[in-house]
């Protein structure tokens, strides 16, 4: 069964939810490489990003939706997958266990809007036991391929309750991918 990619762990999302801190900030910012978050029309915060992966969009896709290559590279630094529940059709519902690397695990839920393999995927986003300054979000991920070797991968996801909270999510989405890049750019 497919496994869907969804917007990384947080470390200051664990923080928020009242587990142990795991500390992201050590690592080197790729901002240079995203486009900065934008404000919706209505004020809304979002998060919007680019990565061109050196990799055919089908490895790409497969990275992104099937879970022995999700596991190996989602959520930030030192995050594993120890398992996920996903029914990859509109309308069906998905479930993901995070384990930090210290701290209790939690989990990752919510509902698919769209799947077009090998090109969108849409999905809501929720933390099972969300903080108060959270809220379901929607992402939005789009690949177009670039050449047959390479796919340009653009993510949406919003709107934001607070701008700390969609700066999380930057963090978390940077170190995942540069995780999926090294992962893609092997195969």
């Excluded at 099972?128 to 993510?155: H, N």
Aim: aromatic letters at 8%.
């Amino acid at each position: 069964m497919a496994v869907p990619v969804l917007a990384p762990a947080l470390a200051g999302e664990i923080a928020a939810h009242g587990r142990d801190t795991y500390d992201m900030r050590g690592g080197q910012s790729r901002r240079s490489r995203w486009e900065e978050f934008a404000m919706t029309h209505d004020g809304g915060l979002r998060l919007h990003l680019q990565r061109v992966l050196r990799a055919p969009r089908s490895v790409v896709f497969r990275a992104l939706t099937e879970p022995q290559e999700l596991a190996k590279w989602w959520g930030p630094e030192g995050f594993t997958v120890p398992s996920v529940e996903s029914d990859l059709r509109p309308g069906g519902r998905y479930r993901i266990a995070m384990q930090p690397p210290e701290g209790d695990l939690f989990y990752l839920v919510g509902e698919f809007v769209e799947a077009d393999p090998p090109e969108r995927l849409s999905y809501t986003f929720r933390w099972e036991d969300p903080d108060p300054e959270d809220r379901e979000t929607v992402v939005t991920l789009s690949l177009r391929d670039i050449g047959g070797t390479q796919a340009e991968l653009v993510i949406s996801q919003g709107d934001f309750a607070t701008e700390a909270r969609r700066a999380l999510h930057e963090e978390g989405w940077t170190q995942s991918l540069d995780k999926l890049e090294e992962l893609v750019s092997s195969a």
